[in-house]
Nanobody, 121 residues
Framework: QVQLVESGGGLVQPGGSLRLSCAAS????????MGWYRQALGKQRERELV?????????NIVDSVRGRFTISRDNAKNTVYLQMNSLKPEDTAVYYC?????????????WGQGTQVTVSS
């Protein structure tokens, strides 16, 4: 069974930084894309893409966070990171890790449990 476990969320003041980590474990043959999505609470919003990287490390970062957020991955550890700098109140959301993984059950899309990021003074 493949699992994604996230860590690193919390409360930070505007302008501060946080680093999220997401580690994949289980019967994994290979991991294609890994990325981060977020969903603001209390509103009927869809989960939106924040950043995504392929196996080779080529990243896609949405305009709203480009220049402030950086995505990276360690393929040896099956881990993806999201470094978030210059955080704004509008970055407040639950952040979800996502990965496209080949394993014993074939190719599947997996999600982490989510980690809360709150930006507030």
């Amino acid at each position: 069974q493949v699992q994604l476990v996230e860590s690193g969320g919390g409360l930070v003041q505007p302008g501060g930084s946080l680093r999220l980590s997401c580690a994949a474990s289980g019967s994994i043959w290979s991991i294609n894309a890994m990325g981060w999505y977020r969903q603001a609470l209390g509103k009927q919003r869809e989960r939106e893409l924040v950043a995504r990287t392929n196996h080779g490390g080529i990243a896609n970062i949405v305009d709203s966070v480009r220049g402030r957020f950086t995505i990276s991955r360690d393929n040896a550890k099956n881990t993806v990171y999201l470094q978030m700098n210059s955080l704004k109140p509008e970055d407040t959301a639950v952040y979800y890790c996502n990965a496209d993984i080949w394993g014993d059950q074939g190719r599947n899309d997996y999600w982490g449990q989510g980690t809360q990021v709150t930006v507030s003074s």
